[in-house]
């Protein structure tokens, strides 16, 4: 909680966090009122500034907050459980994993939600960039893990295979999230299926003639 410089009760807490949370989707990091913020939640500016610091220590412990509650309820395997000769069926199992635990726990749309926050505090060495930090490098393992197995091609460079993988995987779910009132579970399961296909097509060694 290093963004706080004191603890809130609980409850107030998860208060302050969630309407926080809400505000910067719809609002954007620039856009959003701290003045609405504090209002919502029935409490005086004397007194948010005795717990923040500023909207930008709010914004790292909404990112925070939701982080540490999906550790318990997200699952991710280790990179190197995906060193195995079904690869890419370890890789849709974990798709399909997700995508149950994002309609369990909104948290997990929430946290996706605020990688795309317009004007969000650059990523840096706070609670976003960490986590993003964490993400990438995880995926590089995955990718190491399956070129170990002959299922991920070896004749790129490895960091230009992430950074390609990247830019799939997060141009995807920008499109996504700007679309998510529009797809029901039936067709984000296709969408997923499309994704997954996309990646193989991308990261698979080529065919030999």
């Known amino acids: 909680m290093g963004s706080e410089k004191a603890v809130l009760p609980p409850e107030r807490r998860r208060e302050l966090l969630d309407t926080a949370m809400r505000e910067f989707v719809r609002h954007g990091f620039g856009g959003a009122s701290l003045n609405r913020i504090i209002r919502s939640c029935g409490m005086s500016k004397s007194s948010f ?14 990112v925070t907050a939701i982080a540490d509650g999906l550790r318990d309820s997200v699952k991710v395997p280790e990179p190197d ?23 369990r726990d909104r948290r997990l ?9 317009p004007d969000a505090p650059a990523p840096g060495d706070g609670p976003l960039g960490r986590v993003k930090a964490g993400i990438d490098g995880w995926l590089g393992g995955v990718l190491a893990a399956g070129r170990s197995v002959g299922a991920v091609r070896d004749d790129l460079p ?17 499109w996504a999230l700007k679309n998510l009132d529009a797809i029901d579970v039936a067709e984000g399961r296709r969408l997923a299926g499309l994704q997954l296909a996309m990646l193989r097509r991308l990261l698979a060694p080529p065919a030999v003639p």
């Not at 459980?81 to 994002?102: G, I, N, Q, T, Y």
């Not at 490895?158 to 920008?174: G, N």
Request: hydrophobic share 55%.
């Open 49 to 62: 500034y005795h717990y923040y610091a500023s909207k930008e220590a709010l914004f790292d412990a909404v």
């Open 81 to 103: 459980e995906f060193a195995v000769p079904d690869f890419w069926d370890a890789v849709a199992r974990l798709s399909d994993d997700l995508m149950r635990a994002a309609g």
């Open 109 to 117: 749309i929430d946290l996706w939600r605020l990688f795309y926050v």
């Open 158 to 174: 490895p960091s230009l295979q992430s950074e390609l993988t990247l830019a799939l995987l997060w141009t995807i779910d920008a």
